[in-house]
């Protein structure tokens, strides 16, 4: 790194900081950045520069958005009654990229994770509640958290809220779970329990 100028330098130190960027390829990156049109590296650094200013939360489903609510909450032809409930807005983008669902989503950002101290009232489980409660016409709410442990926790948690909400309600909620399981030409010698055991309790009629 010592052989790099400063202004080199200083931009490969910051690409360093990125998830899955190690030292050679912030190097290759900055080389990157440095061999663009002036134009595009300009566009570039406005959006930088307006990243935090422009972004803000959906007031309804907390995706990423620069207006009020963002486009999926305000698409009409989506059905509003069914809400995907996800960890994060990777995920969503998972299964829009996808186009594979039609429903709403509800973002936590997070998880219940007590070893590193996220209880529920850090993410956004008291907003999923009080927009159920509130909306009301809400017929399905899919909890698509990660099939880990803390994910597990917190499909189990959201659930439990969910009963209290409509253990007074007179038109049932229905509750759902992803059916996790084998990924497509997988072999089940190699799967690990918890797979298997979604695989076989997600078993669908054949
Ligand atoms: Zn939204």
Known sequence: MTSLPNSLKNISLFLERFPGIGEKTANRLAF??????????????????TLKLKTKLCKKCFNFTEDETCEICNDQKRDQSVICVVETVLDLLS???????NGVYHVLHGKIDPLNRVGPEDIKIGELIKRIREIGEVRE????????????????YIKSKLNELTSSRVNGLKI???AYGLP????????????LKKAIEGRNKF
């Open 32 to 49: 990157f950045l440095l061999n663009l049109p002036k134009e595009d590296l300009k566009k570039f650094a406005e959006n930088v520069a």
């Open 95 to 101: 299964f829009e990229q996808g186009r594979i669902y």
């Open 141 to 156: 709410v899919i909890l698509a958290t990660n099939p880990d442990m803390e994910g597990e926790a917190t499909a189990m």
């Open 176 to 178: 759902s779970r992803l």
């Open 184 to 195: 497509m030409g997988a072999n089940l010698e190699y799967a690990d329990y918890m797979t």
